[in-house]
Protein backbone atom coordinates (compact mmCIF):
# COMPACT_ATOMS: atom_id res chain seq x y z
CA UNK A 1 0.00 0.00 0.00
CA UNK A 2 1.51 3.43 -0.51
CA UNK A 3 1.16 6.64 1.21
CA UNK A 4 -1.76 7.97 -0.93
CA UNK A 5 -3.87 4.57 -0.34
CA UNK A 6 -2.39 4.80 3.12
CA UNK A 7 -4.09 8.27 3.46
CA UNK A 8 -7.54 7.25 2.08
CA UNK A 9 -7.76 4.10 4.20
CA UNK A 10 -7.08 6.42 7.45
CA UNK A 11 -9.47 8.91 5.91
CA UNK A 12 -12.62 7.03 5.38
CA UNK A 13 -12.04 5.43 8.73
CA UNK A 14 -12.15 8.86 10.23
CA UNK A 15 -15.34 9.24 8.55
CA UNK A 16 -17.34 5.68 9.82
CA UNK A 17 -16.28 7.51 13.45
CA UNK A 18 -18.08 10.84 12.09
CA UNK A 19 -14.83 12.70 11.93
CA UNK A 20 -11.90 13.72 9.33
CA UNK A 21 -9.13 13.77 10.62
CA UNK A 22 -5.67 15.53 9.99
CA UNK A 23 -2.88 13.18 11.08
CA UNK A 24 0.60 12.50 10.69
CA UNK A 25 2.31 10.56 8.42
CA UNK A 26 4.94 8.57 8.57
CA UNK A 27 6.59 11.03 6.17
CA UNK A 28 5.94 13.35 8.87
CA UNK A 29 2.91 14.92 6.21
CA UNK A 30 -0.33 16.05 7.20
CA UNK A 31 -2.79 14.12 5.43
CA UNK A 32 -5.87 16.61 5.11
CA UNK A 33 -9.41 15.23 5.43
CA UNK A 34 -10.86 17.84 2.37
CA UNK A 35 -14.53 19.73 2.02
CA UNK A 36 -13.00 21.26 -1.10
CA UNK A 37 -15.69 21.63 -3.12
CA UNK A 38 -15.12 24.92 -4.00
CA UNK A 39 -11.98 27.30 -4.23
CA UNK A 40 -10.54 28.50 -1.06
CA UNK A 41 -11.77 32.10 -0.07
CA UNK A 42 -8.84 33.92 1.24
CA UNK A 43 -11.09 36.15 3.67
CA UNK A 44 -14.77 36.12 4.87
CA UNK A 45 -17.39 36.77 7.80
CA UNK A 46 -17.42 34.43 10.84
CA UNK A 47 -20.54 35.09 13.45
CA UNK A 48 -20.24 33.79 17.07
CA UNK A 49 -23.52 33.82 17.63
CA UNK A 50 -24.92 34.57 21.07
CA UNK A 51 -28.06 32.99 21.65
CA UNK A 52 -30.26 31.28 24.46
CA UNK A 53 -30.69 28.52 25.39
CA UNK A 54 -33.69 27.17 26.30
CA UNK A 55 -33.27 24.52 28.68
CA UNK A 56 -34.74 20.79 28.61
CA UNK A 57 -33.82 20.07 32.32
CA UNK A 58 -37.82 20.36 33.09
CA UNK A 59 -38.56 18.41 30.30
CA UNK A 60 -40.99 15.47 32.17
CA UNK A 61 -39.63 13.25 29.64
CA UNK A 62 -37.73 12.35 26.06
CA UNK A 63 -41.24 13.71 24.37
CA UNK A 64 -41.31 16.99 25.82
CA UNK A 65 -37.47 17.80 25.14
CA UNK A 66 -37.41 17.02 21.48
CA UNK A 67 -40.16 19.01 20.64
CA UNK A 68 -38.01 21.76 23.06
CA UNK A 69 -34.83 20.94 21.00
CA UNK A 70 -36.95 21.31 17.77
CA UNK A 71 -38.15 24.81 18.68
CA UNK A 72 -34.72 25.66 19.69
CA UNK A 73 -33.67 25.01 16.47
CA UNK A 74 -36.69 27.04 14.46
CA UNK A 75 -35.63 29.90 16.60
CA UNK A 76 -32.07 29.73 15.92
CA UNK A 77 -32.77 29.42 12.32
CA UNK A 78 -34.72 32.89 12.26
CA UNK A 79 -31.45 34.56 13.90
CA UNK A 80 -29.22 33.13 11.26
CA UNK A 81 -31.12 34.46 8.16
CA UNK A 82 -31.97 37.63 9.81
CA UNK A 83 -27.92 37.89 11.03
CA UNK A 84 -27.11 37.25 7.28
CA UNK A 85 -29.06 39.98 6.07
CA UNK A 86 -27.19 42.03 8.33
CA UNK A 87 -23.95 41.36 7.86
CA UNK A 88 -24.06 40.29 3.93
CA UNK A 89 -23.35 37.94 1.72
CA UNK A 90 -19.88 37.51 3.07
CA UNK A 91 -20.88 36.02 5.91
CA UNK A 92 -20.12 32.03 5.45
CA UNK A 93 -19.11 30.91 9.38
CA UNK A 94 -21.56 30.46 12.21
CA UNK A 95 -20.34 29.43 15.63
CA UNK A 96 -23.04 28.47 17.99
CA UNK A 97 -22.80 28.14 22.06
CA UNK A 98 -22.07 25.04 23.96
CA UNK A 99 -25.33 22.46 24.65
CA UNK A 100 -27.18 25.17 22.59
CA UNK A 101 -30.18 22.37 22.26
CA UNK A 102 -30.61 21.46 25.49
CA UNK A 103 -28.13 22.98 28.51
CA UNK A 104 -26.66 20.70 30.57
CA UNK A 105 -27.49 17.98 33.14
CA UNK A 106 -28.61 19.53 36.84
CA UNK A 107 -29.81 17.02 39.03
CA UNK A 108 -30.16 14.37 36.30
CA UNK A 109 -27.81 11.24 35.99
CA UNK A 110 -26.08 10.04 33.35
CA UNK A 111 -28.39 7.92 32.42
CA UNK A 112 -31.11 10.16 32.69
CA UNK A 113 -29.81 12.73 30.83
CA UNK A 114 -28.91 10.38 28.10
CA UNK A 115 -31.99 8.76 27.58
CA UNK A 116 -33.59 12.18 28.02
CA UNK A 117 -31.43 14.81 25.96
CA UNK A 118 -28.85 13.08 24.05
CA UNK A 119 -29.44 13.21 20.72
CA UNK A 120 -28.41 10.15 18.38
CA UNK A 121 -25.69 10.35 15.38
CA UNK A 122 -28.23 9.67 12.68
CA UNK A 123 -30.69 12.15 14.59
CA UNK A 124 -33.13 14.20 12.92
CA UNK A 125 -31.64 17.05 14.37
CA UNK A 126 -28.75 16.95 12.29
CA UNK A 127 -30.86 17.42 9.24
CA UNK A 128 -32.87 20.47 10.58
CA UNK A 129 -29.47 22.62 11.19
CA UNK A 130 -28.28 21.03 7.43
CA UNK A 131 -31.47 22.74 5.86
CA UNK A 132 -30.27 26.13 7.71
CA UNK A 133 -26.41 25.82 6.19
CA UNK A 134 -28.24 24.88 2.99
CA UNK A 135 -30.86 27.88 3.14
CA UNK A 136 -27.90 30.45 4.51
CA UNK A 137 -25.21 29.18 2.19
CA UNK A 138 -23.12 29.40 5.81
CA UNK A 139 -21.03 26.49 7.38
CA UNK A 140 -22.36 25.62 10.61
CA UNK A 141 -20.40 24.78 14.44
CA UNK A 142 -22.51 23.44 17.31
CA UNK A 143 -22.60 21.37 20.44
CA UNK A 144 -24.40 18.83 21.96
CA UNK A 145 -25.15 15.59 23.70
CA UNK A 146 -24.83 12.64 21.86
CA UNK A 147 -25.75 8.92 22.41
CA UNK A 148 -22.94 6.30 21.12
CA UNK A 149 -24.36 3.06 20.15
CA UNK A 150 -20.79 1.21 20.92
CA UNK A 151 -21.43 3.11 24.60
CA UNK A 152 -24.86 2.33 25.52
CA UNK A 153 -26.22 4.56 28.31
CA UNK A 154 -23.52 7.12 27.63
CA UNK A 155 -23.67 9.95 25.83
CA UNK A 156 -20.81 12.16 24.64
CA UNK A 157 -20.62 16.50 24.47
CA UNK A 158 -20.29 16.57 20.98
CA UNK A 159 -19.19 19.76 18.94
CA UNK A 160 -19.47 18.88 14.64
CA UNK A 161 -19.49 21.13 11.73
CA UNK A 162 -22.05 20.95 9.06
CA UNK A 163 -20.94 22.68 5.52
CA UNK A 164 -23.37 25.07 3.57
CA UNK A 165 -24.38 21.28 1.77
CA UNK A 166 -26.11 20.75 4.99
CA UNK A 167 -23.15 17.53 5.27
CA UNK A 168 -21.74 16.56 8.81
CA UNK A 169 -18.37 16.68 7.76
CA UNK A 170 -16.38 17.36 11.55
CA UNK A 171 -17.80 15.59 15.02
CA UNK A 172 -15.21 15.63 17.48
CA UNK A 173 -15.95 14.37 21.12
CA UNK A 174 -15.01 16.30 24.27
CA UNK A 175 -11.91 15.13 25.91
CA UNK A 176 -11.94 16.86 29.13
CA UNK A 177 -14.94 17.17 31.37
CA UNK A 178 -15.45 17.26 35.11
CA UNK A 179 -18.23 15.48 35.19
CA UNK A 180 -19.66 14.12 31.88
CA UNK A 181 -18.12 11.02 29.99
CA UNK A 182 -15.41 11.67 27.35
CA UNK A 183 -13.45 8.99 25.04
CA UNK A 184 -10.26 9.05 27.26
CA UNK A 185 -12.67 7.70 29.89
CA UNK A 186 -13.04 4.53 27.82
CA UNK A 187 -9.90 5.20 26.03
CA UNK A 188 -8.88 1.54 25.13
CA UNK A 189 -12.31 0.84 24.14
CA UNK A 190 -13.02 4.00 22.28
CA UNK A 191 -9.20 4.11 19.98
CA UNK A 192 -10.33 -0.03 19.29
CA UNK A 193 -13.36 1.51 17.39
CA UNK A 194 -13.09 4.71 16.17
CA UNK A 195 -8.94 4.73 15.72
CA UNK A 196 -6.22 7.30 16.84
CA UNK A 197 -6.85 9.94 14.81
CA UNK A 198 -10.58 10.66 15.75
CA UNK A 199 -9.34 12.01 18.94
CA UNK A 200 -8.24 15.48 17.02
CA UNK A 201 -10.23 15.73 13.90
CA UNK A 202 -9.56 18.53 11.56
CA UNK A 203 -10.96 19.41 8.47
CA UNK A 204 -10.36 21.24 5.06
CA UNK A 205 -12.47 23.59 3.68
CA UNK A 206 -12.73 26.58 1.41
CA UNK A 207 -12.91 28.61 4.61
CA UNK A 208 -9.59 26.86 5.71
CA UNK A 209 -8.93 24.30 8.32
CA UNK A 210 -11.11 23.87 10.91
CA UNK A 211 -11.93 22.19 14.19
CA UNK A 212 -13.69 22.46 17.32
CA UNK A 213 -12.99 22.96 21.21
CA UNK A 214 -15.49 22.36 23.76
CA UNK A 215 -15.63 24.85 26.44
CA UNK A 216 -13.17 24.34 29.40
CA UNK A 217 -10.84 22.65 26.82
CA UNK A 218 -9.84 26.11 26.03
CA UNK A 219 -7.99 26.17 29.71
CA UNK A 220 -6.17 23.91 28.32
CA UNK A 221 -3.30 24.72 25.92
CA UNK A 222 -2.37 20.69 24.72
CA UNK A 223 -5.79 20.45 23.40
CA UNK A 224 -5.70 23.20 20.57
CA UNK A 225 -1.93 22.71 20.27
CA UNK A 226 -2.53 19.04 18.80
CA UNK A 227 -5.41 20.20 16.56
CA UNK A 228 -3.07 22.91 15.32
CA UNK A 229 -0.60 20.60 14.68
CA UNK A 230 -2.53 18.76 12.57
CA UNK A 231 -3.01 21.31 10.51
CA UNK A 232 -6.12 23.52 12.15
CA UNK A 233 -6.16 27.28 11.75
CA UNK A 234 -9.50 28.34 12.52
CA UNK A 235 -10.60 26.89 16.72
CA UNK A 236 -14.40 26.99 16.99
CA UNK A 237 -15.27 26.93 20.45
CA UNK A 238 -18.54 26.54 21.48
CA UNK A 239 -18.93 27.76 25.19
CA UNK A 240 -21.24 28.35 27.96
CA UNK A 241 -19.39 30.36 30.61
CA UNK A 242 -19.62 32.84 33.14
CA UNK A 243 -18.55 36.19 31.49
CA UNK A 244 -17.49 38.83 33.70
CA UNK A 245 -15.68 42.99 32.75
CA UNK A 246 -13.23 41.49 33.91
CA UNK A 247 -10.69 39.36 32.44
CA UNK A 248 -12.02 35.31 33.77
CA UNK A 249 -9.48 32.60 32.67
CA UNK A 250 -11.10 31.66 29.80
CA UNK A 251 -11.38 34.94 27.76
CA UNK A 252 -7.25 34.76 28.86
CA UNK A 253 -6.93 31.77 27.22
CA UNK A 254 -8.88 32.75 24.06
CA UNK A 255 -5.98 34.90 23.24
CA UNK A 256 -3.49 32.69 24.22
CA UNK A 257 -4.64 29.73 22.21
CA UNK A 258 -4.50 32.32 19.28
CA UNK A 259 -1.24 34.15 19.70
CA UNK A 260 0.52 30.53 20.61
CA UNK A 261 -1.03 28.72 17.63
CA UNK A 262 -1.03 31.44 14.75
CA UNK A 263 -4.70 31.07 14.57
CA UNK A 264 -8.40 32.43 15.33
CA UNK A 265 -10.34 31.22 17.79
CA UNK A 266 -14.23 32.28 17.42
CA UNK A 267 -16.05 31.45 20.67
CA UNK A 268 -19.84 31.30 21.07
CA UNK A 269 -21.21 31.85 24.32
CA UNK A 270 -24.64 31.16 25.51
CA UNK A 271 -27.18 34.32 25.46
CA UNK A 272 -28.60 33.06 29.03
CA UNK A 273 -29.58 29.99 30.02
CA UNK A 274 -33.73 30.15 30.39
CA UNK A 275 -36.05 27.66 32.41
CA UNK A 276 -33.52 26.49 34.35
CA UNK A 277 -32.49 26.38 38.26
CA UNK A 278 -29.51 28.10 37.41
CA UNK A 279 -29.66 32.05 37.33
CA UNK A 280 -30.27 32.78 33.67
CA UNK A 281 -27.65 35.38 33.48
CA UNK A 282 -24.99 33.48 34.84
CA UNK A 283 -23.46 32.28 31.67
CA UNK A 284 -24.31 35.08 29.02
CA UNK A 285 -22.51 37.67 27.00
CA UNK A 286 -18.80 37.95 25.83
CA UNK A 287 -18.98 35.73 22.48
CA UNK A 288 -16.22 37.15 20.46
CA UNK A 289 -13.55 36.27 17.64
CA UNK A 290 -10.29 36.53 18.33
CA UNK A 291 -7.52 36.88 15.70
CA UNK A 292 -4.04 34.87 14.86
CA UNK A 293 -2.49 37.71 16.35
CA UNK A 294 -4.08 37.36 19.78
CA UNK A 295 -6.83 40.95 19.09
CA UNK A 296 -9.64 40.78 19.96
CA UNK A 297 -11.68 41.75 16.69
CA UNK A 298 -15.34 41.77 17.51
CA UNK A 299 -17.11 41.07 20.89
CA UNK A 300 -20.75 40.62 21.86
CA UNK A 301 -22.46 42.45 25.29
CA UNK A 302 -24.99 40.61 27.06
CA UNK A 303 -28.17 38.68 26.17
CA UNK A 304 -28.69 37.29 22.37
CA UNK A 305 -26.50 39.36 19.58
CA UNK A 306 -25.00 38.57 16.67
CA UNK A 307 -22.27 41.92 17.71
CA UNK A 308 -19.59 39.04 17.18
CA UNK A 309 -19.19 38.81 13.62
CA UNK A 310 -15.42 39.60 11.86
CA UNK A 311 -13.43 39.09 8.80
CA UNK A 312 -11.29 36.01 8.70
CA UNK A 313 -8.19 36.61 6.72
CA UNK A 314 -6.75 33.11 5.99
CA UNK A 315 -4.36 34.34 3.43
CA UNK A 316 -3.16 37.01 5.99
CA UNK A 317 -2.75 34.17 8.62
CA UNK A 318 -0.81 31.71 6.59
CA UNK A 319 1.57 34.10 5.69
CA UNK A 320 2.19 34.89 8.97
CA UNK A 321 2.96 31.04 10.00
CA UNK A 322 4.87 30.86 7.00
CA UNK A 323 6.98 33.90 7.89
CA UNK A 324 10.05 33.63 10.09
CA UNK A 325 11.16 35.51 12.88
CA UNK A 326 10.75 35.85 16.47
CA UNK A 327 6.69 36.14 16.83
CA UNK A 328 6.31 32.99 14.60
CA UNK A 329 6.43 30.70 17.97
CA UNK A 330 4.20 28.58 16.38
CA UNK A 331 7.42 27.53 14.30
CA UNK A 332 9.79 26.98 17.00
CA UNK A 333 7.83 24.59 19.39
CA UNK A 334 10.57 22.10 20.20
CA UNK A 335 8.30 18.99 21.19
CA UNK A 336 11.27 16.56 21.50
CA UNK A 337 12.02 18.07 25.33
CA UNK A 338 8.75 17.65 26.56
CA UNK A 339 7.98 14.18 25.24
CA UNK A 340 9.12 12.46 28.86
CA UNK A 341 7.11 14.76 30.86
CA UNK A 342 3.68 14.00 28.67
CA UNK A 343 4.50 10.30 28.66
CA UNK A 344 3.53 10.02 32.55
CA UNK A 345 -0.07 10.29 33.52
CA UNK A 346 -2.29 12.54 35.31
CA UNK A 347 -6.15 11.79 35.41
CA UNK A 348 -6.09 8.47 34.56
CA UNK A 349 -7.66 6.62 31.39
CA UNK A 350 -10.31 4.08 31.21
CA UNK A 351 -11.92 4.80 34.35
CA UNK A 352 -15.25 3.95 32.92
CA UNK A 353 -14.41 0.72 31.69
CA UNK A 354 -15.08 -2.38 33.91
CA UNK A 355 -12.13 -5.38 34.20
CA UNK A 356 -13.46 -7.08 30.92
CA UNK A 357 -12.62 -3.59 29.32
CA UNK A 358 -17.21 -3.07 28.34
CA UNK A 359 -18.33 0.23 29.62
CA UNK A 360 -19.77 1.31 32.56
CA UNK A 361 -22.16 3.91 33.42
CA UNK A 362 -21.29 5.85 36.67
CA UNK A 363 -22.55 7.44 39.80
CA UNK A 364 -21.83 11.37 39.72
CA UNK A 365 -19.85 10.51 42.41
CA UNK A 366 -17.28 8.62 40.48
CA UNK A 367 -15.84 12.05 39.02
CA UNK A 368 -15.09 13.50 42.16
CA UNK A 369 -13.35 10.71 43.62
CA UNK A 370 -11.39 9.74 40.94
CA UNK A 371 -10.06 13.50 40.78
CA UNK A 372 -9.45 12.83 44.53
CA UNK A 373 -7.17 10.21 43.95
CA UNK A 374 -4.95 12.34 41.37
CA UNK A 375 -4.78 14.55 44.26
CA UNK A 376 -3.61 12.22 46.89
CA UNK A 377 -0.97 10.22 43.85
CA UNK A 378 0.50 14.16 42.82
CA UNK A 379 0.59 14.36 47.19
CA UNK A 380 2.75 11.30 47.31
CA UNK A 381 5.45 11.49 44.69
CA UNK A 382 5.57 15.29 45.55
CA UNK A 383 4.40 16.77 42.38
CA UNK A 384 2.19 18.90 44.95
CA UNK A 385 3.48 20.13 48.51
CA UNK A 386 1.59 19.14 51.44
CA UNK A 387 -0.53 21.72 53.12
Request: hydrophobic residues 40%; neutral net charge.
Given at each position: ?????????????????????????????????????SKSLERYQALALQ??????????????????????????????????????????????????????????????????????????????????????????????????????????????????????????????????????????????????????????????????????????????????????????????????????????????????NVAYVISANSGGI??????????????????????????????????????????????????????????????????????????????????????????????????????????????????
Amino acid sequence: MNEKQSVRRTLLKGLAGGSLALPFSAAGQVALGADMKSKSLERYQALALQTACQAVNRCANREEAQQRISENIARIRGQIMSSKVFVGSQLRLVVLPEYFLTSYPQKETIAAWTAKAAIEQDGAEYGQLGRICQDAKIYLCGNAYESDPNFPGLCFQVCFILNDSGTLILRYRRLISMYGATPHDVLHRFKEIYGEDSLFPVVDTPLGRLASVASEEILFPEVSRALALRGAEVLLHCSSEIASPRLTPKDVAKRARAYENVAYVISANSGGILDADIPSASADGMSKIVDYQGEVRAEAGSGESMAAHAEIDIAGLRHKRATPGMFNIFSRQRLELFASTYAGSVYPPNTMLDAGGQPFVPERSHFLNTQQRVIQRLTDTGVIADE
